[in-house]
């Protein structure tokens, strides 16, 4: 096997729209060494110390060059940490990490709230429908438990904690690990804004539009759900446009 045969562009520069740029996350994902790298830490625990250099080289098959650039790439992006005199290890990719990425693209590349919301809204619409066809019993039952602890508060905090686990449940629901990780990796970011909405002044409204959820999903009614998310953030932009308007 002639793993140094395989190779990953660099990125072009900022605002250098090149094939190389398009295609290099692409790249990543066909790199058959990075590949196999990553398919032996999916069967670690994070915190786990990663084999010995030359152990890995004939496990995976790799030279020592190739393995050494590997591991530099998943180091620099967070899956990997080298301590000195200890050796390597695994600190896995988590939600969270991928959301201060977020943060850090928003700032370079001057990116607004209202574009990861609108990216929020795409991911809960599919999440709806996914669910509408397939969520079991037991996410049904996560679903209402949420909507009912909604109805049984009069208590913003509480029922903002409500509406987290809503939409938590619903992710869940929609049995997609992408979607999951997705939305917990978003979560974090409009957790701090939105929890500042006056939900006090709408709690019937907000009510109404999780019980709409609710009814389209446990209904198996995917067009009923995308309705039912539209209004849901429809209702959320009201919210932020108040607040904006109150913070003028």
């Known amino acids: 096997m002639n793993d140094d045969a395989v190779t990953v562009n660099a990125p072009a520069e900022p605002n250098?729209?090149?094939p190389d740029a398009s295609n290099f996350a692409a790249s990543l994902i066909?790199?058959?060494a990075l590949s196999s790298l990553v398919n032996l830490l999916l069967t670690m625990q994070p915190g786990q110390q990663l084999p010995s250099e030359r152990d890995l080289t004939q496990q995976l098959g790799l030279s020592r060059n190739t393995l050494r650039d590997r591991i530099a790439r998943l180091e620099s992006m967070g899956a990997l940490q080298r301590k000195e005199r200890l050796g390597t290890f695994y600190t896995g990719v988590q939600p969270k990490q991928t959301?201060?990425?977020l943060v850090l693209s928003m700032m370079f590349h001057q990116m607004t709230l209202d574009s990861l919301i609108s990216v929020r809204h795409a991911l809960e619409r599919q999440a709806a429908v996914e669910a509408a066809k397939t969520a079991t019993e037991e996410n049904l039952a996560a679903l209402a438990a949420s909507a009912a602890a909604m109805h049984s508060t009069t208590d913003g905090k509480a029922l903002f904690d409500a509406d987290i686990e809503f939409h938590r449940a619903l992710f869940a629901a929609s049995d997609s690990p992408a979607l999951v990780f997705f939305s917990q990796a978003l979560q974090p970011i409009l957790q701090g804004t939105l929890q500042?909405?006056?939900?006090?002044?709408d709690f019937e409204t907000m009510r109404s539009v999780h019980d709409s959820i609710l009814h389209s999903v446990t209904?198996?009614?995917t067009h009923g759900a995308?309705?039912?998310i539209d209004?849901?953030?429809?209702?959320l932009d009201v919210l932020r446009d108040r607040e904006s308007a109150a913070d003028a």
């Open 219 to 221: 209904a198996g009614d």
């Open 226 to 228: 995308t309705e039912a």
């Open 99 to 101: 959301g201060d990425v």
């Open 231 to 235: 209004a849901h953030f429809a209702w």
């Open 16 to 18: 250098e729209m090149t």
């Open 30 to 32: 066909n790199d058959g």
């Open 196 to 201: 500042h909405l006056s939900l006090a002044q």
